[in-house]
C-alpha cells in the first residue's frame, strides 16, 4: 500500500526554469512533509521540510506548497541549475514518537545547461 | 566528525548466507531507521528503533533481524539471504529535539 504517491518519476527542465514535483498522501495522520535530495551513490539529505499548520515555506529557490484539505504537496525549485540534478524524494512522518517516514518513489530531476 | 556511518559500503553475498549491516553514529541520536531502496519503491523502511533495546517494525522486515545494544550501533542481519534482498540499505539517525532523519552513505548488497 502506497501511502505517498509522487510524480513526475522523471522531469528534464532547461536551467532558469521552474521544476515542480508533486506529492499526495492518504493517511491524515501525518503530520510532517520532508523533501530529500539524493545524489548519485550518497543517502538523501534534507531539502526543506513543513508542517500541515502553514501553506508555504520557502528557503532559496526551494519552496514547499501545502494544500491540507487535498492532501496534496508539492516541490518548486526556482531558477534551476545543473547542480539540482538529482533524485528528490517527498515523504511524510506521522504524530507522535514513532517517527518513521513513508516515501514517495522519487523523482529524477535533470536540468540541462 | 564520522556522524553516521555504514559498513560495508559493497557487498556481494550468495542465497541462503547470512550477513550483517552495519550501521554506526556519534550524535548519540535515540532513534535510528534501517530502509531499503529499490527502483520505482523509493525507500521503504524495514526496521526501526527508539532506544536502545527497543525495536520495532516497518513496512518490510520479513527475512531481517535487528538488534541495538548500544545506542550509537544498529546492525542489520539477513539471516538467510535471496536474491530479492538484492537492494541498496541506508541507516539513518535523528534526534529528539527534531524530526530530521541523517542517512548514512549506504551498502550496496548483492545476493547471487
Known amino acids: 500500500q502506497q501511502q505517498v504517491k509522487q510524480s513526475p518519476q522523471s522531469l528534464i527542465v532547461q536551467k532558469g526554469g521552474i521544476s515542480i514535483i508533486n506529492c499526495a498522501y492518504e493517511n491524515t495522520a501525518f503530520d510532517y512533509f520532508p523533501w530529500y535530495q539524493q545524489f548519485p551513490g550518497k543517502g538523501p539529505a534534507l531539502l526543506i521540510a513543513i508542517r500541515p499548520d502553514v501553506s508555504e515555506k520557502k528557503e532559496g529557490r526551494f519552496t514547499i506548497s501545502f494544500n491540507k484539505s487535498a492532501k496534496q504537496f508539492s516541490l518548486h525549485i526556482m531558477d534551476s541549475q545543473p547542480g539540482d540534478s538529482a533524485t528528490y524524494f517527498c515523504a511524510a512522518s506521522p504524530s507522535g514518537s514513532a517517527r518513521q517516514l513513508t516515501f514517495g518513489s522519487g523523482t529524477q530531476l535533470t536540468v540541462l545547461p | 566528525d564520522a556522524g553516521i556511518t555504514q559498513s560495508p559500503r559493497y557487498k556481494i553475498t550468495e542465497t541462503g548466507r547470512q550477513v550483517t549491516l552495519m550501521c554506526h553514529q556519534t550524535w548519540s541520536h535515540s532513534y535510528m531507521f534501517w530502509y531499503r531502496q529499490d527502483l520505482g519503491h523509493g525507500l521503504r523502511l524495514i526496521y526501526y528503533s527508539a532506544a536502545a533495546d527497543i525495536t520495532d517494525k516497518g513496512e518490510v522486515p520479513d527475512g531481517y533481524v535487528v538488534s541495538r545494544s548500544k545506542t550509537e550501533n544498529f546492525p542489520l542481519t539477513l539471516e538467510s539471504a535471496t536474491r530479492s534482498q538484492t537492494s541498496v540499505y541506508f541507516c539513518?539517525?535523528?534526534?529528539?529535539?527534531?524530526?530530521?532523519?541523517?542517512f548514512g552513505p549506504g551498502t550496496r548488497l548483492t545476493v547471487t
Open positions: 539513518a539517525s535523528s534526534g529528539l529535539a527534531g524530526r530530521e532523519q541523517y
